[in-house]
Each structure stands twice: as structure tokens, then as C-alpha cells.
T-cell receptor, first 113, second 114 residues
Framework: SQKIEQNSEALNIQEGKTATLTCNYTNYSPAYLQWYRQDPGRGPVFLLL?????KEKRKERLKVTFDTTLKQSLFHITASQPADSATYLCALPLRGSQGNLIFGKGTKLSVKP | KAGVTQTPRYLIKTRGQQVTLSCSPISGHRSVSWYQQTPGQGLQFLFEYFSETQRNKGNFPGRFSGRQFSNSRSEMNVSTLELGDSALYLC?????????????FGPGTRLTVL
């Protein structure tokens, strides 16, 4: 069955540093991968989508890479700020579905001033 | 455009009862998916409705059911509640047409089963 893992439950970094979050998956070759941000008490908010034929995608201070050989995606936040503190989830399409997702358990990022 | 809305936001029930949760998608979206989020299991897909038909289903028991109305609003029902059903229930809407479409999530309903 499809499996998706986010290696770290929590990541603490200093303001201004680059945060790097990891997402690994097995038993699947997804057409794309998505990253979401979730704040306490709220639903996830879509951040970025990267397709299997894209190596890297950027949006402002965010960068996502997708290595289909390693079956891994890296999510980077450069020049991190305390406002970036949240849980970040990676998600893959559910096999055979039209956009339904399986999610990793998330990495809780804390950026200290 | 208004976002996805879910009602109620909080709910407390006792074991054995049943519960109905409601979700209104973004205007124009025809797909509504439901997810359960718990600290131990994370976000898990329950089912998806598109044009009033269940299109996909996750690995949950038959106590979990849903439906979608002609205006795309969706309801989810859980019968014979168990303690383990305590969770945040999230619905997400999408166009349902594109393989790459992002999911727009509502704020969730926090269900506590005592």
C-alpha cells in the first residue's frame, strides 16, 4: 500500500535560517506531490504542488524539490520567520483517484526569534 | 469567494450516539472530500463525493457514511460512536476535474466522544 513519511515530528530553528523538511514515500510513483501548512485549530492550506517531471518549484521564500529516484521531496523555507511556525504536511494523490490525497503526519516547525 | 464552511465547529457526544456533520464547498466546486485527523494517525481520507455520487472511499468502517446534495453541500454521518472517533473532521472542496487540483479545506469540526 502507499506509504508517506515525514521524518521529523518537530523541527526547531532560529529566525533567519533555512528550514528543510523531508517527505519520503514508498510503493508508489505519484504524478505529483503537494505541500500544505496547518495552523492549530485550522484546516490545512495549500502551499505548492510539484509534478513528477519537475525537479524544483519556487514560490517566494519557499522551495520544493522532487526526486522520483529517491522517492523524496524536500521543502525549504529560506530566511525563516516566527510567523512560519506551523505544521507542514506533504501529500500524495491517492492511487486511482481524481485528486484525493494521502497525507504525511506532518512536521511541526518552530522558528525562534 | 467565500471559503469552505463546516458546521458545527465543536460537538460533544457520548458513545453509541450518532452525529451528522455538514460542509458547504466553495461556490462552483463539485467535489467534496472528508478527512479525519487524529494525533496518532494524522490526516486520513474518508470519502469523496462528486456530483452527488461517492467517487472514492477510504478504509473506514461502514459506520462512516456521507452524501452530497444537488447544490454540492455535503453531510457526513457517523453512527454508533466510539471513543476512538474523537477527532477533527475536515472537509475539502475542489473542482474535481483536474488530476492536479489543490484541495481547499474548511476549518473542521472537532468531535469529542465521551
Amino acid at each position: 500500500s502507499q506509504k508517506i513519511e515525514q521524518n521529523s515530528e518537530a523541527l526547531n530553528i532560529q529566525e533567519g535560517k533555512t528550514a528543510t523538511l523531508t517527505c519520503n514515500y514508498t510503493n508508489y510513483s505519484p504524478a505529483y506531490l503537494q505541500w500544505y501548512r496547518q495552523d492549530p485549530g485550522r484546516g490545512p492550506v495549500f502551499l505548492l504542488l510539484i509534478r513528477e517531471n519537475e525537479k524544483e518549484k519556487r514560490k517566494e521564500r519557499l522551495k520544493v524539490t522532487f526526486d522520483t529516484t529517491l522517492k523524496q521531496s524536500l521543502f525549504h523555507i529560506t530566511a525563516s520567520q516566527p510567523a512560519d511556525s506551523a505544521t507542514y504536511l506533504c501529500a500524495l494523490p491517492l492511487r486511482g483517484s481524481q485528486g484525493n490525497l494521502i497525507f504525511g503526519k506532518g512536521t511541526k516547525l518552530s522558528v525562534k526569534p | 469567494k467565500a471559503g469552505v464552511t463546516q458546521t458545527p465547529r465543536y460537538l460533544i457526544k457520548t458513545r453509541g450516539q450518532q452525529v451528522t456533520l455538514s460542509c458547504s464547498p466553495i461556490s462552483g466546486h463539485r467535489s467534496v472530500s472528508w478527512y479525519q485527523q487524529t494525533p496518532g494517525q494524522g490526516l486520513q481520507f474518508l470519502f469523496e463525493y462528486f456530483s452527488e455520487t461517492q467517487r472514492n472511499k477510504g478504509n473506514f468502517p461502514g459506520r462512516f457514511s456521507g452524501r452530497q446534495f444537488s447544490n454540492s453541500r455535503s453531510e457526513m454521518n457517523v453512527s454508533t460512536l466510539e471513543l476512538g472517533d474523537s477527532a477533527l473532521y475536515l472537509c475539502a472542496s475542489g473542482t474535481g476535474h483536474s488530476l492536479y487540483n489543490e484541495q481547499f479545506f474548511g476549518p473542521g469540526t472537532r468531535l469529542t466522544v465521551l
